[in-house]
T-cell receptor, first 111, second 115 residues
Framework: GQSLEQPSEVTAVEGAIVQINCTYQ??????LSWYQQHDGGAPTFLSY????GLEETGRFSSFLSRSDSYGYLLLQELQMKDSASYFC????????????FGSGTQLTVLP | IAGITQAPTSQILAAGRRMTLRCTQD?????MYWYRQDLGLGLRLIHYSNTAGTTGKGEVPDGYSVSRANTDDFPLTLASAVPSQTSVYFC??????????????FGPGTRLTVL
C-alpha cells in the first residue's frame, strides 16, 4: 500500500522561507503532487514532480528525490495568504490517477 | 456553470436514511473522484470513475456507492447513513489520461452530519 508522512504543523513569519517535507512509501511510482487548502475551502493543485529535481512556479517550488522517496514544497517570500494546509499526494498502487494524500501540514504565517 | 459544483452545501441527516450527494462538472473531464475529509486524516478516496460507464473502489468504499451515467455527473449515495460517515465530502475531476492526469480539480465540498 501507499503511505505518506509530513509534519502536522509549521509556523513562519511573513517574508520568510519555509520547507514542508514529505516522505512516501509506494509499490509503484508516478510522481508526487502538492495541494493547498485554505480553511473551509476546496483543495487546489500546486505542483507535480514526475522526475527528480526542482520545479519552480513563482514563489513556490517543489523538489523530488525518487531514490530517497522524499520530496518537499518550498514557499518563499511568505505572505499571510499562504496560511493554509498543504498536502502531498501520490498515486494509489496500480493506477496513475487515483491519489492517496498525506494528512496535511498546517502552515501558519505570522506578521 | 464553470468547474465543479456540488449539492447540497451542507446536510444534517438522521442515521439510517438514504442520501445522495450530487456532483456535476462542465469541463468534459474523463475522470472523477469522491473523497471524504476528516480532521487530521487528510483526504481519503471513496470511489472513482476513469470514464463514463465505469467506476472503481478507492481506499474507503464501504457504505457508499456511485454511478457514472454520463461524463458530467458523478453522484455518491449513502444507502443507510451512519454517524461515522459524518465528514466533508469533496468531488474532483481530472482531464487527462495516464500519468499526466495527476492535477485534480475539486468542488466546494458538502458538509454532512449524520446524527
Amino acid at each position: 500500500g501507499q503511505s505518506l508522512e509530513q509534519p502536522s504543523e509549521v509556523t513562519a513569519v511573513e517574508g520568510a522561507i519555509v520547507q514542508i517535507n514529505c516522505t512516501y512509501q509506494t509499490s509503484g511510482f508516478y510522481g508526487l503532487s502538492w495541494y493547498q487548502q485554505h480553511d473551509g475551502g476546496a483543495p487546489t493543485f500546486l505542483s507535480y514532480n514526475g522526475l527528480d529535481g526542482l520545479e519552480e512556479t513563482g514563489r513556490f517550488s517543489s523538489f523530488l528525490s525518487r531514490s530517497d522517496s522524499y520530496g518537499y514544497l518550498l514557499l518563499q517570500e511568505l505572505q499571510m495568504k499562504d496560511s493554509a494546509s498543504y498536502f502531498c499526494a501520490v498515486p494509489l498502487s496500480g493506477s496513475a490517477r487515483q491519489l492517496t494524500f498525506g494528512s496535511g501540514t498546517q502552515l501558519t504565517v505570522l506578521p | 456553470i464553470a468547474g465543479i459544483t456540488q449539492a447540497p452545501t451542507s446536510q444534517i441527516l438522521a442515521a439510517g436514511r438514504r442520501m445522495t450527494l450530487r456532483c456535476t462538472q462542465d469541463m468534459r473531464h474523463n475522470a472523477m473522484y469522491w473523497y471524504r475529509q476528516d480532521l487530521g486524516l487528510g483526504l481519503r478516496l471513496i470511489h472513482y470513475s476513469n470514464t463514463a460507464g465505469t467506476t472503481g473502489k478507492g481506499e474507503v468504499p464501504d457504505g457508499y456507492s456511485v454511478s457514472r451515467a454520463n461524463t458530467d455527473d458523478f453522484p455518491l449515495t449513502l444507502a443507510s447513513a451512519v454517524p461515522s460517515q459524518t465528514s466533508v465530502y469533496f468531488c474532483a475531476s481530472s482531464p487527462k489520461q495516464g500519468t499526466e492526469g495527476l492535477e485534480q480539480f475539486f468542488g466546494p465540498g458538502t458538509r454532512l452530519t449524520v446524527l
